[in-house]
Nanobody, 115 residues
Framework: QVQLVESGGGLVQPGGSLRLSCAASGSIFRLNTMGWYRQAPGKQRELVAVITSGGSINYADSVKGRFTISRDNAKNTVYLQMNSLKPEDTAVYYC?????????WGQGTQVTVSS
């Protein structure tokens, strides 16, 4: 069983920044495709950003130019740097790991953008 441990969420004012981390454990020797999703109350979970095993990166239109996804393969960790945060970014953010036969999800970390 693979575990994804997320951290870095919290309360921030509009225009502020947060950096989320997701560490994968469970005898993982090579980082596969990973992504960040978010879900606001009463809404569907939506893709925020994804980074593939080949290094390709894609962002949701709503976060382009503000968010940056990156990874440290040696640490099996993926990051999400969030700048210029807006109230509409408020949601629970989830890390996702895609393996050939199974998908793993983190427990989620709350991000609240409010003055």
């Amino acid at each position: 069983q693979v575990q994804l441990v997320e951290s870095g969420g919290g309360l921030v004012q509009p225009g502020g920044s947060l950096r989320l981390s997701c560490a994968a454990s469970g005898s993982i020797f090579r980082l596969n495709t990973m992504g960040w999703y978010r879900q606001a109350p009463g809404k569907q979970r939506e893709l925020v950003a994804v980074i593939t095993s080949g290094g390709s990166i894609n962002y949701a239109d709503s976060v382009k130019g503000r968010f940056t996804i990156s990874r440290d393969n040696a640490k099996n960790t993926v990051y999400l740097q969030m700048n210029s945060l807006k109230p509409e970014d408020t949601a629970v953010y989830y890390c996702k790991l895609v393996l050939p036969t199974i998908v793993y999800w983190g427990q989620g970390t709350q991000v609240t953008v409010s003055s």
